[in-house]
């Protein structure tokens, strides 16, 4: 009975892993369940073996009553209590379901199949045993090989590109995730979040009025990497980056660059969102035990992640169990569902990358910061640095910016000392901001409002961006990359949009991209979220800003002189008829799609939390 108990652990561990990936992977389109956080290349291995370590303890005690009671525990009880937990397993990945119903309703199936063992032991015992040993070695073979091959790849990949002057300059793009222009004293916040930044910043330009082009990560960063508005490379929250879209990665890649992304947002900006066209070297999910023990959806389940984090914050046995038993197994399935990287191992990564580089091989990486990203956990004392009688959310937000301009001013005084930095191209910004109640709105993904779409954005590059810039006019993320190109002296390539930000320091009669700003119909019909009807969409010129929210009703606002935006000017004059025009003859010039209004009357949810 103890070799049963350990075949059908195995089998049954790793049959449960690959039906949940093939289950998440299929409700990823028409039920926009599960969005990327299954589809990972690297999950196809790694979710396989976290069920064998998750469902080890489970062997474990059956493997001591099996040796305690010896022939009555039956074969068929163990295939009732492995087929109840794999179920369990998969049935999970359904939230209409609750999620002890699940487990009811595991164990009800498992106990109709498990009759079916009687009379079929041998047959059982031998498919179990197939399974478990063709399973374990593949999975070996998965772990141990997968990475190897990658690597060799990439060096392949790297020798092969084509020659470049030693004069090419190194391009780097870091985004700040989730940060908003005006918490950081760069940008006038009365408290200090930033006074290394804004010190690195004197020696290049900063761009006061900085807009992504939507308020939420995977359409602003395929702006970024595009040049496209969200309306036209439409990537979203289910839709990839399309491939016929060509990224600034692709471009210089194709031109001699070597190419490699770090990424910390792994509900956003995985490999599968299409944002990591054109690296040659990619990461994103980490390959560490945490990370394979959060790679199933019972480990993923909010009271199971819910009892960790009190165990974890020293709440003790008592209050990891209270916090457990006080949810249900209802998976996130989101970037708390992972083992997340601090911006200093974000940077780390990177610079060993950079070690592996062929000496004299110019480089363009793009790295993702989530710290200041919800829960705004930075480490001490980053966490605690900040009190006011505002949201102490709010105040955990500035504490992880703080912790991030550390981050930065270490990584540039490192690059500094490499002799690296003065020929690289940095390019600073963030892919939306965020809302601590303004408007009625929290967290970002739900509206247009400036303070989730107005961004930092610095550009130091000495040799061709003059220090002490600060240009006032409107920019949109947009722009970034064609301004990347300019500024490498590299010839444009006609499928990347936008303009050059550099002729703000050329010609002061040249002008930026209009600053666009759109955003899909949330997933989510929360009644607060002003896309929760339908798709949104806004212009912001010299002045003003105007609206559309998901079901059709404009809102415009002159935000240089309100720039929190209180007063209405639709509401103020009671007509939106100009504003409205504004708005549509620019959707009309750059063809972006009009939405539909969507019906006021349909059902919608009172919320309690942001996206």
Not at 230 to 251: F, I, K, Q, R
Not at 554 to 563: F, G, I, K, T
């Amino acid at each position: 009975m103890l070799v049963d108990q350990v075949t059908l652990w195995l089998a049954s561990a790793i049959v449960a892993g690959v039906l949940q990936l093939w289950l998440a992977r299929a409700l990823l389109e028409p039920f926009s369940v599960t969005r990327w956080g299954w589809a990972s290349r690297d999950l196809s291995w790694i979710v396989p073996l976290a069920h064998v370590v998750v469902y080890l303890p489970m062997a474990i005690l059956l493997g001591v009553v099996a040796v305690a009671v010896g022939a009555r525990l039956t074969l068929r009880a163990s295939v009732w209590v492995w087929l109840t937990l794999g179920l369990f397993s998969i049935l999970l990945l359904l939230p209409q379901i609750h999620g002890y119903a699940s487990l009811l309703l595991a164990a009800g199936l498992a106990l109709v199949i498990s009759r079916r063992v009687e009379g079929a032991e041998a047959r059982v015992r031998l498919g179990a045993r197939v399974t478990a040993a063709v399973g374990s070695i593949a999975l070996l073979l998965a772990a141990t090989l997968v990475p190897r091959l990658r690597a060799q790849g990439e060096r392949a990949a790297i020798a092969a590109l084509p020659a470049l002057p030693t004069t090419a300059p190194n391009v780097l793009i870091l985004i700040l995730d989730t940060v908003r222009a005006d918490y950081l004293s760069l940008y006038g916040s009365s408290v200090e979040t930033t006074p290394k930044l804004t010190a690195w910043a004197s020696r290049g330009a900063v761009f006061e009025q900085a807009y992504s082009t939507s308020s939420w990560t995977t359409p602003s960063h395929a702006s970024l990497f595009t040049g496209q508005y969200a309306g036209t490379h439409l990537a979203s929250y289910t839709v990839p980056l399309a491939d016929e879209h060509v990224t600034l990665a692709e471009v210089l890649r194709a031109r001699g660059w070597s190419t490699g992304g770090f990424t910390a947002n792994f509900a956003a900006t995985p490999r599968e969102s299409g944002l990591a066209q054109g690296f040659l070297h990619y990461e994103d999910l980490k390959f560490t035990r945490a990370e394979v023990l959060r790679s199933t959806t019972i480990t993923q389940s909010d009271n199971v992640l819910r009892g960790w984090s009190a165990l974890s914050s020293g709440q003790g046995v008592r209050g990891a169990l209270k916090r457990f038993l006080a949810s249900d197994f209802t998976p996130r399935v989101t970037e708390s569902a992972h083992d997340q990287k601090p911006a200093a191992e974000v940077s780390l990564h990177f610079l060993r990358w950079l070690d592996q580089l062929p000496d004299g091989r110019p480089f363009f990486a793009f790295l993702n910061y989530f710290d200041a990203h919800a829960p705004y956990m930075a480490p001490e004392p980053y966490n605690s640095m900040f009190r006011s009688d505002g949201p102490r959310d709010a105040d955990r937000y500035r504490g992880a910016i703080r912790y991030l301009d550390d981050q930065l001013d270490s990584l540039f005084t490192t690059l500094e000392q490499r002799g690296i930095l003065d020929n690289t191209i940095v390019v600073i910004t963030s892919d939306h901001g965020e809302q601590f109640g303004e408007h009625e709105q929290w967290a970002h993904a739900n509206s247009l409002y400036r303070q989730v779409v107005h961004v930092p954005l610095v550009i130091l590059f000495p040799a061709r961006v003059p220090a002490g810039q600060r240009v006032a006019r409107q920019a949109s993320g947009r722009d970034i990359a064609a301004t990347i190109l300019d500024l490498a002296q590299e010839q444009g390539d006609p499928a990347i949009g936008g303009v050059s930000l550099a002729s703000a320091w050329r010609d002061s009669t040249a002008r930026f991209s209009d600053v666009m700003l759109e955003i899909d119909q949330n997933m989510r019909p929360v009644l607060r979220f002003r896309n929760s009807l339908g798709p949104m969409k806004a212009i912001l010129d010299d002045t003003l800003h105007v609206i559309r929210d998901g079901v059709g009703r404009y809102e415009a606002y002159a935000y240089r002189n309100d720039p929190e935006e209180r007063e209405d000017l639709v509401a103020a004059r009671g007509d939106s008829v100009a504003f409205a025009r504004h708005l549509q003859d620019a959707v009309q010039r750059h063809q972006l799609s009009w939405p539909r209004a969507a019906p006021v009357s349909g059902r919608r949810v009172a919320a309690d939390s942001g996206q």
